[in-house]
């Protein structure tokens, strides 16, 4: 896989829809994420920024046809060993999956054995992980993705860097970074790891892509809006993303203060002095979730 830069989008769940994934994409992210996915899911997967797919499961049922699904429409394939939630937590997948090796080894060869791409797993810092690694490796995964930080932390406290390292050192897959990257420490961390992940300071922030590859600014939520409303995205996701978006700005305390009592997307297109063409299949919808790709 060619790649144009070694800046990715961390998969996040809330922050991650398709409107904001290709806004990542054309501000310079190469490689963009999606949140968590189950195999079983009937939900239609929109995948126009051609994304890494992360699935969660604990056990192999439903990946091999779910990866047959939407293989062409993909750039790759990621397993989540790391998530902290409760409800992670409750389920026992995400990082609660890393004790059972048997099975992590079962959903490995299953998914390597639906897909001739690219196939990776994130971990979070575990008795196990380095263990896993050398399993993804041993298994025919490409890539492994770790996030130093332990179920406890959760995404709270520092990640341990010495232990990214030491995994690194364990297996001869590439590494890629995942933890407080962020402007201030990318390039440093890229002296160590071939890869990295921005998450927390992407969320309405997807110029960092565009910083990070020393090139200009080149979106913002004006670009976001017109593609939320060409993808349908319920308000309450619009809504959220507009939040995030008054991050630097100026007045963002009153810009948020404002947009608490925004009810349709007119009200949000006023706050922020957007003029755009309003399109018919924009969904102003508060109490529905929206459809995350």
């Not at 991650?16 to 939900?43: E, Q, V, Y």
């Not at 690694?133 to 996030?147: P, S």
């Not at 670009?223 to 309450?236: D, E, P, S």
Request: glycine share 6%; hydrophobic share 35%; proline share 4%.
């Amino acid at each position: 896989m060619k790649l144009k830069s070694p800046h990715f989008l961390a998969p996040m769940l809330e922050p991650n829809d398709i409107a904001f994934r290709l806004l990542c994409k054309k501000a310079g992210a190469s490689l963009t994420f999606t949140g968590m996915t189950n195999p079983l899911s009937k939900k239609k997967q929109n995948l126009q920024d051609k994304p890494i797919l992360q699935l969660f499961a604990t056990t192999t049922k439903g990946i091999k046809q779910f990866m047959k699904k939407y293989d062409r429409k993909v750039s790759g394939w990621d397993f989540n060993l790391g998530c902290p939630s409760k409800l992670s937590r409750k389920l026992g997948h995400g990082a609660f999956l890393q004790k059972d090796l048997k099975q992590i080894q079962k959903i490995f060869r299953e998914m390597r054995s639906s897909t001739k791409k690219i196939c990776m797993v994130k971990l979070r810092k575990s008795p196990n992980a380095i263990k896993i690694a050398r399993l993804a490796e041993k298994e025919g995964f490409d890539r492994v993705i770790i996030h130093p930080r332990t179920i406890q932390q959760g995404y709270s406290g520092e990640p341990d860097y010495k232990f990214a390292l030491k995994l690194k050192k364990e297996v001869s897959l590439p590494i890629i970074y995942s933890g407080n990257v962020d402007e201030k420490n990318a390039k440093k961390i890229l002296n160590d790891f071939q890869f990295i992940m921005i998450g927390r300071a992407a969320i309405g922030n997807p110029n960092i892509f565009a910083k990070l590859n020393d090139k200009k600014p080149k979106v913002n939520f004006k670009k976001y809006l017109k593609l939320a409303k060409k993808h349908k995205l319920f308000f309450r996701q619009i809504k959220y993303q507009a939040m995030n978006f008054t991050k630097g700005e100026k007045n963002a305390k009153e810009l948020r203060r404002k947009l608490i009592g925004a009810k349709i997307i007119k009200d949000i297109e006023r706050i922020y002095k957007i003029r755009i063409a309003p399109f018919a299949g924009a969904r102003n919808k508060k109490n529905k979730k929206n459809s995350k790709a």
